[in-house]
C-alpha cells in the first residue's frame, strides 16, 4: 500500500466534509499554533544559551538553522496543501477570535525574546561568533513578527493598528504598517511599486530601492491622510510619529537590560529582520506586472499578479501569507481563509527555500526567469523588467520566449480540437 501525501489526505478530508459544509472544521486549527509558538523557541534556545554557553553554543544559531535549514528540509518532505476552506465556512472562520489571539500571542514571546537576547548578548565574555549567531536569531524572530504585523495591519480596529506597530517595533520597521496597506496594495505589480521586484533586479539593487521608496511613500501616504483632516504632519495622530515613539522606547528598554554592548546586537537584529521582509518582498511579486486597459489604467489586482506557494510548514509558521495571490485579492481576508488559485503563478518552493537563492542573483535567475516568461506564454512585452537592463535581457530571452509561446499556441490549438471532436462525438 502506497503511503499518501499530506496534501492527498486534506483533498480526501475536503472532498469529504464538502458534502456536508456546514459541518466543516478547521483540519489545521490547532496546527496554526506552530506561528506564536516560533518566538517561544527562540526563547528556550536562549534560555539555553544563557545557562550553559560553552556547552550549547550552536544554540546561538538557532534562528539561522531553523529559518535556513529546518523549515525548508521539513517543507520538502511534508509537502504542499491545495485544499480551501468551503466558500459556506468562510464568514464562520473569518469571525472566530481563536484566529486573532493567535496572532496576538506572538508579541508577548517575541518581547521576551527580544529582552532576553539583549541581556545575554550584554555579557563580556560572549565570544564575537556567538554574539552573531544571538544578534541573527533574534533578527529573525522579529523578521518574522513583521509577518505578525503585516496581518494586523489589514484589520480596521485601533487596537489591532497599535499591536501591529508594537510587533514592528523592534525592527524599527514600524512605518510598514502605514505602507503596506495603503501603498503597496494599491500599486503591486507596477513599475510604481517599491516593494514590486523586477525581472532581471537582483535583490541587491532590489533592497535600497524598497526600503528608501517604501519610507517615503508612508510619509506621503501619512501626510495626505493627515491633510484631508486638516492636520499637519507634526500631530499627536500621526501613525508614523507614533510607531517611532514605540521603537524608540523599546530600543531604550532593551538598551538598558542589555547595557552599550547589547547596541549593536539590537541594531544588527533589527536590520537582519528587516531585510527577511525585503527578501520575501522580493520573491513575491518578481516580474509580475498588471496591464493597462485604453485608457491608461491598470487593471484591478488578481491572483495572477503574486506569486504563491502551499508549502503546508512554511505556511504553518507565516500565518499562510504564501498563498498570497488571494491576499492580494482579498486584502482584508484572514490568513485562516485564505485561498489557492490553480492559475496563480506558483513558486518551486515555500518561502523558506527561496531565501538563500534570493540572494545569490545568477541562481535566482536561473530558478525564476524561465518561470516568469512561461507564466507570460513568451510575451515579454507584459513583463515588468529592470528598465536599466530591459534590451539585455529582450535579447537574452527571445528564443525561450518564442519557444514558449509557439509551445502555448500548439496547446492551445490541440485543445480546440478537443472540444470540438468532443461536440462533433455528442
Known amino acids: 500500500m502506497n503511503a499518501q501525501t499530506p496534501d492527498a489526505l486534506l483533498k480526501q478530508a475536503a472532498e469529504a466534509d464538502a458534502a456536508n459544509p456546514a459541518n466543516w472544521n478547521d483540519p489545521k486549527r490547532y496546527l496554526w499554533l506552530l506561528s506564536p509558538a516560533l518566538p517561544v523557541i527562540g526563547l528556550a534556545a536562549l534560555t539555553g544559551y544563557a545557562v550553559a554557553p560553552k556547552k550549547l553554543r550552536a544554540l546561538a544559531w538557532a534562528g539561522p538553522i531553523l529559518v535556513h535549514g529546518i523549515i525548508p528540509a521539513l517543507d520538502r518532505m511534508i509537502g504542499n496543501d491545495t485544499t480551501n476552506p468551503p466558500a459556506e465556512a468562510i464568514d464562520r472562520l473569518e469571525n472566530d477570535k481563536y484566529y486573532e489571539w493567535i496572532v496576538k500571542a506572538f508579541i508577548p514571546a517575541q518581547y521576551a525574546a527580544t529582552f532576553l537576547g539583549a541581556w545575554v548578548a550584554g555579557r563580556k565574555d560572549i565570544p564575537v561568533s556567538d554574539y552573531i549567531g544571538l544578534t541573527l536569531s533574534v533578527g529573525a524572530i522579529n523578521g518574522i513578527a513583521i509577518n505578525t504585523g503585516h496581518e494586523l495591519s489589514h ?36 513599475p510604481e511599486d517599491p516593494a514590486t521586484s523586477r525581472m ?21 501616504i501619512e501626510k495626505e491622510r493627515l491633510a484631508r483632516k486638516g492636520k499637519g504632519f507634526w500631530n ?183 472540444v470540438k471532436a468532443e461536440e462533433n462525438a455528442a
Do not use: C
Open 155 to 190: 484589520k480596521h480596529g485601533r487596537a489591532e493598528r497599535l499591536l501591529s506597530m508594537m510587533a514592528l517595533a523592534p525592527t524599527g520597521y514600524t512605518h510598514f504598517a502605514v505602507e503596506h496597506p495603503f501603498g503597496h496594495h494599491k500599486r503591486v505589480a507596477t
Open 200 to 220: 532581471g533586479e537582483s535583490f541587491w539593487k532590489f533592497l535600497p530601492r524598497t526600503v528608501i521608496g517604501g519610507f517615503k511613500s508612508a510619509v506621503k
Open 236 to 418: 499627536k495622530d500621526n501613525e508614523l510619529l507614533q510607531g517611532w515613539a514605540m521603537s524608540a522606547g523599546f530600543f531604550a528598554a532593551a538598551a538598558a537590560v542589555g547595557g552599550r554592548r547589547s547596541i549593536p546586537f539590537l541594531a544588527g537584529q533589527a536590520a537582519y529582520g528587516a531585510s527577511l521582509l525585503e527578501v520575501i518582498n522580493y520573491v513575491e511579486h518578481y516580474g509580475l506586472l498588471r496591464q493597462k486597459d485604453a485608457n491608461g489604467k491598470y487593471e484591478r489586482t488578481k491572483p495572477e499578479h503574486s506569486w504563491n506557494s502551499n508549502e503546508v510548514v512554511t505556511n504553518l509558521f507565516l500565518y499562510q501569507l504564501q498563498r498570497h495571490s488571494d491576499h492580494h485579492a482579498n486584502p482584508t481576508r484572514s490568513f485562516q481563509a485564505l485561498r489557492h488559485f490553480e492559475d496563480a503563478p506558483q513558486l518551486p518552493g515555500g518561502y523558506a527555500s527561496m531565501l538563500l537563492p534570493a540572494y545569490i542573483p545568477s541562481w535566482w535567475y536561473k530558478v525564476m526567469d524561465e518561470r516568469v516568461i512561461k507564466h507570460y506564454k513568451g510575451a515579454l512585452d507584459k513583463i515588468n523588467m529592470d528598465p536599466d537592463r530591459r534590451d539585455e535581457l529582450m535579447k537574452q530571452y527571445a528564443q525561450l520566449a518564442a519557444d514558449i509561446a509557439a509551445t502555448t499556441v500548439e496547446a492551445v490549438t490541440a485543445a480546440e480540437a478537443d
